[in-house]
């Protein structure tokens, strides 16, 4: 069975259990569905469906709905395929040692993979129904697909540790294994705190505070002054935000999915309850910007653009974290969540670490119980030293 990249794909499940459907559209589902899929979290089904229409990437999106046998819809849940490099987070010697191989082999533990979750950000099981007989429906549907497209690896990407309970169990039975992503980090209790000066002063270090102050001292005398705007809609400006958001993803070492000017437009018109753009400006030039979503009391803070001929003398890193924790602060947020990597700046600010789990499987079923084992050697967080500095470390495990 193969999913031609053009059609809307029907396949059985084993055993009666049930029936699948991949589409290539958002659209191949009904929109009721996907609202009842993703109702509770900040990215939900309209978030889902901009995706593969507004973002970049060496990936092909997909969307797969999964019924049991009396036909009711358990499992809505967008898929992706790519390329992944199994090596992308071990230590620069063994990489240098792949190479040597690589130059014989190009393809050496470079795998096709089914990808589970959302290709711009973390994953959520659209599970409906019963979760553990729903979560069940969605890995039989998995194994099938994957083989379907030739995929050596199936992974379920960065879902939050609170998915735990229900995908565990279903996920060694179907023989899987946990591991984890790089996480996200969070302020808690935003509403204890008069403002971010509250917040330095009851939370960090006297270093960090002394740092910090100097720092913001700076960047409030430099002129012409900041002027921050907190908006949805960012048509008019879209290129700029675009051109800033480029800046800083040039610069990371970690790269997968790549956002277009259409991501923001998009973003805002599609979904204007949540989305909030923060836009930085000096003397009418925009020089930062955070993409951010906002849900039950929770602030998303997504991506960040800066423009580097400011952003040190001016700190704008650290600006736009005070600003969108007192802007969060004074419209009833509780959780500041920012979204993975640049850990050092972040433990120092006393962010605490939400663990993102990556769930692996091999589809040789030979090979499968050795690369069990060998997984936790090439986690992407195992060589990472800063985040064993987190208080909460060891909720990562």
Partial sequence: MSVPVSAVTEFALP????TARVGTRADAFSEGEWGEAFAGEAKDGRYHALVPRTVRGDFDCRFLGVRDAAGALRVLQPVFFTHQDLLVGV???IRRTAGKVRGRFPKFLVQRMLMVGCAAGEGHAGLLGNPAEA???????????GRAERCALVTLKDFPKAERAVLDGPAAAAGYRRIPSFPGTV???????????DYLERTLSKATRKDLRRKFRTADAA?????LEVRADVTDCAAEICALYRQVFAKSEFRFEELTEDYFRVLGREMPDTARHFLW????RLVAVSSTLVHAGRLYDNYLGLDYEHAHERHLYFVTLRDVFNWARSHGVETYYSTPLNYDPKQRL??????LDLYVKSLNRAWNPLFRQVLPWLEPTRYDRSLRRFENWAEMA
């Fill in 281 to 284: 400006r000096a003397g009418g």
């Fill in 135 to 145: 979560a069940r429906l969605l890995f039989a549907a998995l194994d099938l697909l």
């Fill in 350 to 355: 006393r962010f605490r670490l939400e663990p």
């Fill in 187 to 197: 302020i808690h209790g935003l509403g204890q705190y008069r403002d971010f000066e």
């Fill in 223 to 227: 002129q012409p002054p900041l002027e």
């Fill in 15 to 18: 055993g009666q259990a049930g």
């Fill in 91 to 93: 230590p620069e010697a």
